[in-house]
């Protein structure tokens, strides 16, 4: 499981992925449906070399799963989004 953050998809980092996010989706709406700042969102989508402090949720539930190595986690989120998790053979 070692690494699961720092890729997604097609060789997107979580903090590019959460910059195209916030392209069509309102950031302060996310901020204030989740009870956080305007700025903590914005920090997300910050390259971790500048140093924001603000780990990315993305990066801190794979770090999670890392740790814990359980893909449970990601199940659970897959099945929210209405899907399901498959791992790679």
């Known amino acids: 499981m070692r690494g699961l953050f720092v890729i ?5 980092k979580s ?3 959460l910059h195209e996010v916030f ?15 305007v700025s903590m969102v914005y ?5 971790p070399e ?7 949720p993305l990066d801190r539930v794979a770090s999670l ?9 990601v199940e659970r989120i897959c099945a929210h ?3 399901f998790f ?3 053979p």
């Not at 500048?50 to 990315?56: F, V, Y």
């Not at 740790?67 to 986690?73: E, G, H, K, Q, S």
């Open 15 to 17: 903090h590019e992925l």
């Open 81 to 83: 989004a209405n899907g």
């Open 50 to 56: 500048q140093g924001s402090g603000a780990t990315n």
């Open 86 to 88: 498959i791992r790679n």
């Open 65 to 73: 799963v890392d740790a814990a190595d359980d893909t449970r986690m």
């Open 43 to 47: 920090k997300w989508a910050e390259p």
């Open 8 to 12: 997604i998809g097609g060789g997107m």
């Open 23 to 37: 392209q069509t989706h309102n950031p302060k709406h996310i901020a204030d449906q989740m009870g956080l700042s």
